[in-house]
């Protein structure tokens, strides 16, 4: 699910006793870059995916709307694949340790590099090679996992909207690394889609919340 999400009149309220504003960035668009977390077919497609997470397909539009938006702007916009590799072998092995055999399996299938659930989205517009970050943690941000934080910024890049198709754990962790690495961070709640409503409104809430600590 997705879509605008209301945030609680105590977590408004908080903000607004801490920054002034109920939306900190509202005017952010010099620097800005839309990062967009696993826009990929594991979780977008039903007839594929392993993970999809419902109304992941909706968001699609709102993702192309607001990426042509940016580019027309001159600002940027990167796209981060999940991807399963040697490096979640060796370096994440509490993750795999859970997972049933069968989970496993399905995950290293889908989402190896070249499979078909870890290739993009078809539907979504505005690719180009240089834009394109994989990792193979749940949060890009992290200095180890990925060049997210050194490429937006070798391109004068320091804000960064962040919409996907998992809202509740993936977006979620990279918006807390990115705001703690210095980036003004805001999500874009109707272009970010959860596994439920409540999940979703949930996450909305603690992101907001974010904002004022």
């Known amino acids: 699910m997705q879509g605008t999400a209301r945030v609680p009149p105590h977590v408004t309220a908080r903000v607004i006793a801490h920054c002034g504003v109920a939306h900190p960035f509202a005017d952010l668009l010099a620097g800005e870059t839309l990062v967009v977390i696993d826009p990929q077919i594991e979780f977008t497609d039903d007839a594929i995916g392993n993970a999809v997470c419902p109304g992941g397909h909706n968001i699609v539009p709102r993702l192309n709307m607001l990426a042509g938006a940016l580019c027309g702007a001159g600002s940027g916009v990167f796209w981060v694949m999940d991807t399963f590799g040697l490096c979640a072998v060796e370096e994440w092995g509490s993750l ?35 834009s394109i970050v994989r990792k193979q943690r749940i949060s890009s941000s992290l200095p180890c996992e990925s060049d997210l934080e050194d490429l937006p910024r070798t391109r004068g890049f320091d804000a960064a909207p962040i919409a996907g198709p998992v809202t509740y754990a993936r977006y979620k962790s990279t918006a807390r690394d990115a705001t703690v690495l210095n980036f003004c961070t805001v999500m874009v709640s109707d272009a970010n889609a959860a596994m439920t409503p409540e999940e979703h409104r949930a996450r909305c809430s603690d992101s907001t919340r974010c904002s004022a600590t």
């Open 96 to 130: 795999l340790a859970k997972l049933t055999p069968q989970a496993r399996a399905r995950r290293e299938a889908t989402m190896t590099e070249g499979s078909v659930g870890q290739q993009r989205r078809p539907l979504f517009d505005g690719w180009a090679a240089d």
